[in-house]
DNA sequence: ACATAACAAAATGTATACATCGTCGATAGC
DNA sequence: GCTATCGACGATGTATACATTTTGTTATGT
């Protein structure tokens, strides 16, 4: 499945990234606020050491930032820089998409791609009421790891998973079962829809429309993200990944 | 202009990154060697930990790797890796153009831009035989990172200046005096028809327009690459960015 | 009461010491 | 002569100690 990065994390550099993850999506920490080295270290129960490391790659994949004094604070997000990372994302899968059509993708993997989607296929159509939250979340998420790895460009491959990082760009951003809201639920029967699209359009050697397909699937999180600041704001709360949005 | 990353990069620090910049693009370590920690400390006359630091950072960007057992090594990148990377700068490029175009560039912004264009016209054109190189690449430079920010997207900016990061995929990657050979001269001339072209598409808010253009501005670098590998093989030691291609 | 300057506390940046793991080589056995 | 195992060397991963900078507070002067 995702392979994610060549990570090879050591015990302590591990618990580091994931301990300062959690933290800062658990809202352990408000956004803005400086992340004193002494005090994760002494909350994880490891060394500054590792949790600089952390600090420093987070700060590359753009969850915390660098304060010009010196240190790191979490990082805030305006509601423009969210619908952006999601238009990336598009924008990036499109890439991805499009290249697999035009260089051919490789059969093994082009089905397997394929059972996927047959396997979402059953989760939304099967029980549209009783929907299995995680399964759909697990399936949607190989879907869309499969998908970066399809063109076989490893440079494309990398890109898209680092955008997929930011916890608000990640195409399992709006499942949730907490957030369980009929909006959220009817756009996974359009994206289940462009799913199906997106294969078929790779399948066929269609790059332009891959592209275009893999975008428009992209801004539905965008449009999910309307329906949060637009129609129910009680979802910011509910919704993990929109806990470092200010605005 | 580039106020590149919010770097308040320390002494040290500093000297590490550029200090192993120069180590991997220079050539003193070939392309898949062990980068010993302990070597580059003592070369470099700094301590392990700032090391440290510059390696986990090059190796986000991708320019060095983590080997298996641990540690890292100078990566080596093959032609399709290259060619992959020079059409993902296609790719971010574009993005930035068609939403400047989409959303309106600020009006400052893109008269600096269309004056960077003037300027390199005036370079191309005067003496098309004595062209400064020296003056173009800096131009060159500026209007590339002018683009990125033109969007009003700092999480887009981000992306396109991460990616020119890779040496071989930046803009000025194949302009180097050293590599002063006619084919190479003869795309300044298209590259300058492409900047106008995008300058005007974005005032004119075409943005499909515009991103098309940025695509095929860059793939004149990927033409250039591809005459370095079919053509003159000779100017692979010549052209510095390409010392970490194999193949 | 307010502003300013000096001082103290704390945080980061850097260096070094220690622990652990992988790798290379030598030696013994077959 | 070849292979396998044991051991030493070296490298990275981690912790800690030190130095420098930043920040918050307090006291003093106007």
């Known amino acids: 499945m995702g392979a994610a990065h060549p990570l090879r994390q050591q015990p302590q550099a591990l618990k580091a990234l994931m301990g300062i993850r959690d933290l800062v999506l658990g ?18 129960g490891i060394s500054r050491t590792p949790i600089r490391a952390a600090l420093a790659r987070l700060e590359q994949e753009g969850l915390v930032e660098i304060l010009p004094s010196g240190g790191y604070a979490v990082r805030r997000f305006s509601r423009s820089e969210v619908s952006d990372a999601i238009e990336l994302r598009g924008v990036l899968e499109g890439t991805a998409a499009r ?20 396997e979402l296929d059953g989760a939304v ?14 399936l949607n998420a190989a879907f869309h790891d499969t998908l970066a790895g399809l063109s ?3 440079t494309i491959r990398r890109e898209v998973e680092r955008v997929k990082n930011l916890p608000f760009a990640s195409p399992s951003a709006f499942l949730d079962k907490q957030a369980d809201v009929p909006a959220f639920r009817r756009s996974l029967v359009t994206g289940q829809a462009q799913h199906r699209a997106i294969v078929e359009a790779i399948e066929m050697r269609e790059g332009t429309r891959a592209e275009a397909l893999a975008r428009e699937h992209a801004r539905l999180a965008r449009a999910n993200l309307e329906y949060v600041m637009e129609e129910d704001r009680s979802l910011l709360a509910r919704v993990p990944a929109l806990a470092l949005v200010n605005e």
């Open 27 to 44: 809202g352990a920490v408000t956004p803005g606020a400086r992340l004193s080295e002494v005090a994760i270290a002494e909350r994880l």
């Open 99 to 118: 290249l697999a059509a035009e260089r051919g993708a490789p059969p093994d993997r082009l089905a397997a791609l394929k059972a996927i989607v047959e």
């Open 125 to 138: 159509a099967d029980w549209p009421e009783a929907l299995d939250f995680d399964r759909y979340v697990e």
């Open 152 to 154: 076989g460009s490893e």
